[in-house]
């Protein structure tokens, strides 16, 4: 439930040779679907539910890909137009449709859902932050940028499944935060590429670390000490917010369940790594994501 989401081809249908920017052809789309840790129990949910999933990554995805791969002077403009298909999307009464594709693959889910725009338009406003927003102070402030990138899909999700409650909703914040936060550590060396560090400045000064230590080919061990200590306020996150899986039932536990598992096996690869995020990316394994979904379904937590 971050912003790494479910997807499929049938959202965005066919495509021209030369598709428009933040466009992603089909089978590119379920390619990074597949690599993604959205759709973890996908394959095991009611057909109704994937196809709004899919809605739901198709559409978040599209906008992740315009704020990190679109050219960086189009970027802002071309999110802004994002924007305006979504407010063509929920206008009352309906006027002119959607011009993008990832919008309008999401009428469906929105109608049948009941889906409000906040989410949607906070997923865009955290992509909108990344054009110029490239450091965090504190882990708070961390928190508050994963408030727009992370917390809104799970808040979708629930609607979705048609369980969404205030209370769920704050369940499912700590989770979303806790995904943002380890998906965050598996690509320190991959955002610092991309000029953007996410490990709060005030913990990487704490810990002894200077920003060129996320260059090195390998972390030292004060950097290792950090990424575990925020591999742990990850993990306390995902404990605050696994009761989430108790009160749900049917196919809405087995999807949290599915996210759940999927942060839970990272967090064991990147402890297995010895939190050294520079030498390799810490990936968990597929055996240790389904022991983790099963040991989910059955605890219920």
């Known amino acids: 439930m971050t912003r790494e989401r479910a997807g499929g081809g049938t959202v965005l249908g066919q495509h021209a040779a030369h598709p428009q920017p933040g466009v992603i052809p089909a089978d590119a789309m379920i390619a990074k679907a597949a690599a993604e840790n959205f759709p973890v129990a996908l394959r095991l949910l009611p057909r109704q539910y994937r196809d709004h999933l899919m809605a739901v990554y198709a559409f978040a995805r599209t906008v992740d890909d315009i704020g ?8 802002l403009g071309l999110l802004a137009g994002l924007l305006e298909d979504l407010q063509r999307l929920y206008a009352d009464p309906p ?11 999401l009428a469906g889910a929105v109608r049948e859902c009941s889906i409000p725009m ?4 906070d997923l865009i406003a955290a992509n909108e932050q990344d054009q110029v927003v490239v450091r965090y102070q504190t882990f708070d402030d961390l928190l508050g940028y994963c408030e727009l990138s992370a917390n809104p899909v799970g808040q979708i999700v629930l ?20 995904l943002q936060v380890i998906e965050h550590l598996q690509d320190v060396a ?3 590429r991309a000029g953007r560090i996410y490990l709060p400045l005030d913990d990487l000064h704490g810990h002894g670390c200077s920003e060129q230590d996320l260059a090195a080919p390998a ?14 306020r990850a993990g306390a996150l995902l404990v605050a917010g696994a009761p989430l899986i108790g009160v749900l039932r049917g196919a809405a536990r087995v999807a949290v369940a599915g996210y759940l598992a999927g942060g839970r096996a990272t967090l064991a690869a990147l402890a297995s790594a010895r939190y050294d995020v520079l030498v390799a990316t810490p990936r968990a394994s597929k055996g240790r994501t389904a022991m983790a979904f099963v040991s989910a379904l059955v605890r219920g937590r």
């Open 118 to 121: 906040r989410p949607f338009r």
């Open 68 to 75: 990190d791969e679109a050219p960086a002077d189009q970027r």
């Open 95 to 105: 006027g002119e449709l959607p011009v993008h594709p990832a919008v309008r693959g």
């Open 219 to 232: 972390a030292s061990a004060q950097l290792r000490g950090l990424i575990q200590a925020e591999a742990d």
């Open 190 to 192: 991959e955002d610092y």
């Open 159 to 178: 609607h979705v499944f048609g369980c969404y409650t205030p209370e769920r909703a704050g369940l499912s914040d700590s989770v979303c935060s806790a």
